[in-house]
């Protein structure tokens, strides 16, 4: 069976690893990037809390000692799904068995002047793009000749109250506090604003509501401001126009307001849903495919527990590629009446806002069991540390962890230069 997957992220990365020296399955990965990038420790990269090489890891290394697995660096052009095969940058393969894993990239709700202008953060490149811009904003504040031009570069609007938003609003806040006005004593850090913005009623929607109201009660004690029922209309890279009139004077719109699936080209128009997802049955087959599956965020499959499709995290992705795995391994071996239907078994949810401060939401016992502070933060980071692949780079973060914890520093703010022309050293 040649099984070939396309991206690698932890869906199509679980997959591989699990049929990793199978007998009569040869499994060929496709993915535009060399490595395995961690995606939940993104903002800690964007806010030089860890290196980018800590959170992520070469797909060669992880796959030595696989004999049947075989990995190329391209980018996916075409499915031809007639011919049972695939047209990528670097030529096409055929296959028996497709698997699409391409995840999810920043949804800007079509609006092509915020896509422009905003910041998203969905690789590894972009988490040290935002890296760079934050750096690059408080050098620029300090050649500022007015109040006004200084506020551009000193305030900070994030878009979009999940996890992502939180964390990333509680690090930035943590670095005004303990990092930034040891770096720029010559800066005024109270003039520095964090204004998070969420257009459903609360923060963390997907959590209970103890773990909204502690993220939010735990942001406004950083000196975020957290305005909720309220959208970003407009914005041209200075201002932001919010749904409620008000104007915000910024260079830096952090877009973390939702995500859409990276459906390839060649699937049928029919097979996309809400999101940009690909109608999946619950085996993860493609409705109306005999060899095509879905895996991960790109997947919408409905299930009597979750009608509109399951969440798009990390650990369905995980058990997805899992279950996927086990039911090739049965086809292969002519055992068809063994495949098993994908069922998700919902462990918790916990997201961090900042120094012993996150949230935690776990289902069992029912009612759902909720705890914050200090030792939810410590559940997050252990938890984080345990999925992280390679234990150098476990040790380089715990490391980075220990040393932020008791210095209340990080020395990871390197603004990596891409243009080497004079003007461009710093505006």
Not at 136 to 155: I, P
Not at 257 to 273: C, H, Q, R, T, W
Not at 287 to 300: F, K, L, P, R
Not at 396 to 405: A, D, E, G, M, R
Request: some cysteine; aromatic content about 8%; overall charge positive.
């Amino acid at each position: 069976m040649r099984v070939i997957i396309i991206g690698c992220g932890f869906a199509g990365l679980k997959l591989a690893r699990n049929l990793v020296n199978k007998e009569n399955i040869e499994v060929l990965i496709i993915d535009k990037n060399n490595y395995h990038q961690f995606q939940p420790l993104f903002y800690q990269v964007a806010t030089s809390g860890l290196d980018a090489s800590n959170i992520s890891f070469p797909l060669r290394k992880i796959f030595q000692k696989a004999r049947n697995v075989r990995f190329r660096l391209t980018s996916l052009l075409e499915i031809k799904q007639a011919e049972n095969k695939i047209v990528t940058t670097i030529g096409a393969f055929d296959y028996d068995v497709l698997v699409l894993a391409t995840g999810a990239t920043t949804n800007f709700f079509g609006n092509e002047k915020l896509q422009e202008n905003a910041l998203p953060m969905k690789s590894t490149v972009e988490a040290l793009q935002l890296r760079n811009h934050i750096i690059k904003n408080f050098e620029n504040a300090l050649l500022a000749t007015s109040k006004q031009e200084r506020e551009l570069y000193m305030t900070f609007v994030i878009v979009g109250g999940g996890p992502t938003g939180v964390e990333l609003s509680g690090a930035i806040a943590e670095m005004r506090k303990y990092i930034l006005p040891k770096d720029y004593p010559e800066l005024d850090f109270s003039e520095m604003k964090i204004i998070l913005v969420e257009g459903s009623p609360k923060t963390l929607a997907v959590m209970s509501e103890q773990s909204s109201e502690k993220s939010r009660k735990y942001l406004t004690g950083l000196g975020v401001t957290v305005e909720t029922k309220t959208t970003v209309k407009e914005y041209d890279g200075t201002t932001a126009v919010l749904s409620t009139g008000e104007t915000i004077q910024t260079t830096t719109l952090l877009w973390a307001a939702g995500i859409k699936g990276n459906v390839p080209a060649g699937i049928e128009a029919s097979l996309i849903v809400k999101g940009n997802r690909i109608q999946v049955d619950r085996y993860n087959k493609v409705e109306g495919t005999e060899n095509m599956y879905a895996i991960g965020d790109i997947a919408c499959m409905e299930t009597p527990q979750y009608p509109h499709g399951h969440p798009q995290l990390a650990n369905v992705a995980i058990n997805q590629g899992k279950n996927l795995a086990a039911n090739l391994i049965h086809q292969v071996n002519g055992n068809k009446h063994l495949q098993a239907e994908f069922e998700y078994h919902d462990k918790g949810t916990m997201a961090t806002v900042g120094r012993n401060l996150a949230v935690v939401d776990i289902p069992i016992p029912k009612p759902k069991l909720h705890f914050g502070g200090w030792f939810a933060w410590l559940i997050w980071m252990s938890l984080h540390l345990m999925l992280i692949l390679g234990v150098k780079n476990r040790v380089q973060i715990f490391i980075n962890w220990l040393y932020k914890y008791f210095t209340y520093d990080q020395n990871l703010r390197l603004l990596i230069r891409t243009a080497f022309r004079e003007e461009d050293e710093v505006k």
